[in-house]
């Protein structure tokens, strides 16, 4: 039994002297998950609001293989990834170190 309360002692330790690395690793994911939902939101609403060459009527449509995807739905679904990646990013940045 004795032993017991002196590697709970050293864990301990070996945990505090990580958590500084933790905090930067943190920061860095929490930057770069920022810019990255920045990224996919501006290109998000490039791709709603671009009306093709010279402003025509026609819809613009993106290819993925063999499929085309009107453009409008696309920059939809770039701009709510971008919202989720952004929360998770501001999450990861305001977050304390433990």
């Known amino acids: 039994m004795k032993g017991s309360p002196v590697r709970v002692r050293a864990s301990?330790?070996?945990?505090?002297?990580?958590?500084?690395?933790?905090?930067?690793?943190?920061?860095?994911?929490?930057?770069?998950?920022?810019?990255?939902?920045?990224?996919?939101?501006?290109?998000?609403?490039?791709?709603?609001?671009?009306?093709?060459?010279?402003g025509s009527e026609e819809d613009v449509t993106i290819r993925f293989g063999d499929t085309e995807v009107d453009a409008d739905i696309v920059g939809l679904v770039l701009v709510v990834a971008a919202v989720a990646v952004s929360l998770v990013a501001i999450r990861a940045l305001r977050r304390r170190p433990s």
């Open 12 to 54: 301990a330790s070996r945990n505090l002297r990580k958590a500084p690395r933790l905090g930067r690793v943190r920061l860095i994911a929490g930057l770069f998950g920022l810019l990255l939902g920045i990224l996919l939101g501006l290109s998000g609403l490039f791709l709603i609001l671009y009306r093709g060459e010279a």
